[in-house]
C-alpha cells in the first residue's frame, strides 16, 4: 500500500490517502492537547502506545463481534484504516463517576455508578463539545435513530470486553470516548473508528488506584510518558 498526500491533520493524528480504494492511513503524533486545545504539549512516545494500543484493542473487539475500522498495522505510529464518514457524536461511557460527571453532578471521582451510563458530546470545537442527548442528535440530523440504536448497542459491548479484558491486567476502566463513523464502502454500515487510548480513556490501576491515562498530563501529575509505558507492558506490548 502506497501512502500518498495528507488529507487532514488533527490534534494527535495525521491522516493520509492511499492507493487503495476506501482505506486511509492514520499517522499518530506525540501532540498533546487538553481543554479544547488550550493546553499544548507533548508526550514522547505516545504516538507509539496509542497506535499499537489500539489496534490490539481494535482486533479483540472485532473478535468479540464489534465492527470497527482498523485494516492493517503498517508500522509503530502508522495503521491502514477504512476511509469512514465520522458520525460528529463523542461517546461517552462510564462505570465510575470521574471528570465532568463528577463536577456537573457534584459526586466525588472513584464513587461506583450503580450501571454504566452513556452520554453524547456533539463534536464541534467552536462550541466545545457540548453535551447532547440522543433526541438532540437526531433533530440536529447529526444521526438517525437506527444510528444511535447501533451505536449504544455497539458502546455498552465494548465497555464489556474492555472492563473484562483491562480486569486481567488490573487496570480499571473508570470511562472512556469513542467516535463511530459510516463505512461508504458498505452501504453506510456504522463501525467503531478513531482510537482507544489513554488520550481517550480513564484508567486506574486497580491496587493503588494511580493513574495510568492522560488525566496526568490534564491535571499536571507527573509521569505522563511513564503511564503510558505503564499501559502498553501491561498489555506485552513491549515484547
Ligand atoms: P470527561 O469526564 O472530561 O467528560 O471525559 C470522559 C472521558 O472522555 C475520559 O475518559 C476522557 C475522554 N475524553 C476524550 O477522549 N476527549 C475529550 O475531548 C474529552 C473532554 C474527554
Ligand atoms: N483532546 C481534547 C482537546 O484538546 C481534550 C482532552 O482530551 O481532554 O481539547
Given at each position: 500500500m502506497k501512502k500518498l498526500e495528507q488529507l487532514y491533520e488533527g490534534k494527535a493524528k495525521k491522516v493520509f490517502a492511499t492507493d487503495v480504494e476506501n482505506v486511509c492511513i492514520v499517522d499518530y503524533k506525540d501532540d498533546a492537547t487538553a481543554f479544547n486545545g488550550l493546553k499544548k504539549g507533548s508526550i514522547a512516545g505516545k504516538g507509539v502506545v496509542n497506535n499499537r494500543m489500539s489496534n490490539f484493542l481494535f482486533k479483540l473487539l472485532e473478535a468479540k463481534g464489534v465492527p470497527t475500522h482498523f485494516v492493517e498495522e503498517i508500522s509503530d505510529r502508522e495503521t491502514a484504516v477504512k476511509k469512514v464518514e465520522i458520525v460528529p457524536l463523542e461517546v461517552i461511557i462510564r462505570n465510575i463517576a470521574a471528570g465532568s460527571f463528577s463536577k456537573r453532578y457534584g459526586v466525588e471521582e472513584g464513587t461506583d455508578l450503580a450501571v454504566p451510563t452513556i452520554e453524547f458530546s456533539y463534536k464541534n470545537d467552536d462550541l466545545g463539545d457540548p453535551l447532547i442527548n440522543d433526541y438532540h442528535a437526531l433533530a440536529l440530523k447529526l444521526a438517525t435513530w437506527e444510528e444511535i440504536d447501533t451505536i449504544k448497542k455497539y458502546a455498552f459491548k465494548v465497555n464489556e470486553v474492555l472492563k473484562e479484558y483491562f480486569d486481567k491486567i488490573?487496570?480499571?476502566?473508570v470511562d472512556f470516548k469513542l467516535e463511530f463513523g459510516r463505512d461508504r464502502s458498505n452501504g453506510g454500515k456504522i463501525i467503531l473508528a478513531d482510537e482507544i487510548s489513554p488520550d481517550t480513556c480513564r484508567l486506574w490501576d486497580a491496587v493503588t488506584k494511580e493513574k495510568l491515562d492522560k488525566d496526568r498530563f490534564r491535571r499536571d501529575l507527573g509521569n505522563v510518558e511513564d503511564a503510558y509505558n505503564e499501559m502498553f507492558a501491561r498489555l506485552g506490548l513491549d515484547k
Open positions: 488490573g487496570v480499571i476502566l
